[in-house]
């Protein structure tokens, strides 16, 4: 099988998983005092309740952070990890890392077998798991900017654990789906399958008490409730069950960090992003300079022309991703140079309006002196205050490595396929990476989640995310530029067809319906190469008008839920 199709194959097989088209509809509802955009009901009520408590943006996030790794498993999680940008009604923004981390004993050849790179090795099972950071995460947050104690904002999560929640349709099909997997591993199966050979059916009621005792660890001992203790010693205990590599010490030295978000601005928009290793921040930022100085208000949503500069800026941005992005406190990345005007002036200079550049022809650009999940899932949040919260988090792949904890109730992330597992080799989205995103042990491996908050005139404007493994990055991108350019509402911006382009495989994917029959005609002429997906990302937004209404973009791709009030 050549590479290409062995890659679009991935793409269709491994990163899409199907979801009813169930959101929530929203047409122009505004909202005065607070608003929780998340793909569950259940956590989007709970963010809700928290803000009308008397609780802040933080607060509701690390309620609706414990409240998705009871009701939504596949993504939501305690087990993996997630990026958090923070923007306070008083200006002051800040961004949280709580990736996960290579365990110490992790090596750069770790899923060599007989010379042969062993892809499904950094995909499924005990050495696909990073050490988790989300718990260590939420507390840092709220310790940081909460006004609530960490017992009231997780006591929802436990609850709604302890007594069950019913299934949608969707979360059966997906606990179904993955069935024949999770009888792989005795802890997943009894947690997440049936137990006989039956399914499990919309309506169920879906009860994890030794999650809820595991959440209720947490909000008595805190950090050390989950990194030291009975879940230690369970989280150790499945890597010796399976030889894994987490440690105690892995455990114990575990911590998230606050970072500086970039800044990119674009039309009188200041775009607060997560910075690496999150690989979003500097792609947009890239991608905005280079089409800074095309008409693309003027050629139309989703022309031809506009799709074409779009994806041309893409192609260069992901190029570039692939090579000179990686986890910060590894490797020096040329941030400035990268985002700089002159740098992606550069970029383009080969870009022509009448034909698609090859990406066999296309690497990286030239820096003087310088020698990187579909299931993730965004929320975002803002309170009576101005606070705004933008949290993506995931396990990785849907169900993360299929692995769960004994007695602790909770999967384990595969993020260890977000590394350069080797060097020039695709992971499981298609994905090229270079050696600044090598393992190495304590490192974090490069992410495309791209929470991103937006200012005008120094205040919220809108809050941003997406899931959808690369996708994301794209996704995000395109929400910010239909109400930047085309003035759309956020319900209309988060719904619009969006397209994909990473560099490689060298294609342009719409979502499937996304463009019409004449643009893609239009496109191929040009020397695209057009494949349909089934979607591309899925976005939670939220925008503030002028008079500080604030509107909710639900993705009707997938599963969301607003509330507010």
Do not use: C
């Amino acid at each position: 099988m050549t590479y290409n199709v062995r890659l679009l194959l991935l793409l269709l097989t491994v990163v899409f998983t199907s979801h009813s088209l169930s959101a929530q509809v929203l047409n122009s509802k505004t909202y005065e005092n607070g608003l929780v955009v998340t793909a569950d009901k259940y956590a989007s009520e709970i963010g809700k309740e928290i803000l009308m408590k008397g609780g802040n943006a933080v607060d509701a996030a690390v309620a609706v952070q414990f409240a998705l790794a009871v009701t939504l498993p596949r993504a939501g999680n305690i087990g993996g990890g997630g990026f958090m940008v923070v923007h306070l009604a008083n200006g002051e923004t800040a961004a949280l890392d709580f990736r996960e981390k290579a365990p110490q004993k992790a090596a750069r050849d770790m899923y060599i077998r007989n010379g042969q790179f062993k892809s499904d090795l950094s995909w499924e099972g005990i050495l696909a798991v990073g050490v988790p950071g989300t718990v260590d995460g939420m507390i840092k947050a709220l310790e940081r900017y909460g006004r609530m104690p960490l017992d009231v904002v997780i006591q929802p999560a436990i609850k709604l654990a302890r007594e069950g929640y019913s299934l949608s349709y969707s979360q059966a099909e997906d606990l179904n789906n993955h069935k024949d997997t999770f009888l792989k591993y005795q802890a997943s199966s009894n947690y997440f399958t049936t137990g006989d050979t039956t399914f499990f059916k919309e309506g169920d009621v879906f009860v994890q008490t030794d999650l809820a005792e595991t959440l209720e660890r947490v909000s008595r001992f805190g950090r050390e409730g989950f990194y030291s203790g009975p879940v230690a010693d369970a989280i150790v205990n499945e890597m010796e069950r399976y030889r894994g590599l987490i440690t105690y010490r892995d455990l114990r030295n575990y911590e998230s960090k606050w970072r500086e978000p970039i800044v990119a601005e674009y039309l009188g928009y200041k775009l607060h992003i997560m910075p690496p290793p999150s690989s979003g921040s500097v792609a947009i930022a890239q991608i905005l300079e280079m089409i800074d100085d095309y008409p693309l208000a003027e050629m139309g949503h989703n022309s031809a022309d506009y799709v074409h500069v779009l994806a041309e800026a893409m192609r260069r941005a992901f190029a570039d991703r692939s090579y000179y992005l990686g986890d910060p406190d590894f490797v020096d990345i040329p941030i400035e140079e990268m985002t700089g005007e002159s740098y992606n002036d550069r970029r383009v200079n080969s870009f022509s309006m009448d034909s698609a550049t090859a990406s066999s022809t296309l690497s990286h650009g030239q820096i003087q002196g310088y020698s990187e999940s579909m299931e993730t899932t965004h929320f975002s949040i803002i309170d009576k205050d101005g606070n705004a919260v933008a949290v993506t988090t995931t396990l990785n792949g849907s169900f993360g490595s299929h692995v769960s904890v004994t007695n602790a109730g909770f999967l384990l992330n595969n993020e260890m396929d977000d590394f350069s597992a080797q060097p020039g080799e695709p992971n499981a989205y298609g994905l090229i990476g270079a050696e600044a995103n090598a393992i190495e042990p304590g490192k974090r491996m490069l992410s495309s989640m791209t929470p991103t908050i937006v200012t005008k005139d120094g205040k919220v404007d809108m809050v941003l995310g997406a899931a959808g493994g690369p996708r994301i990055i794209t996704a995000t991108l395109q929400s910010f530029l239909n109400r930047a350019i085309f003035g759309m509402r956020a319900q209309q911006a988060t719904s619009a067809a969006r397209f994909h382009h990473q560099w490689l495989p060298d294609v342009l994917m719409p979502g499937q319906f996304g463009l019409s029959p004449d643009t893609k005609r239009l496109l191929e002429a040009k020397g695209h190469k057009i494949f349909e997906i089934p979607n591309v990302g899925r976005t939670h937004n939220i925008f503030v008008d002028q008079n500080g209404n604030l509107s909710a973009g639900v993705d009707p791709r997938g599963d969301g839920w607003a509330s507010g009030y």
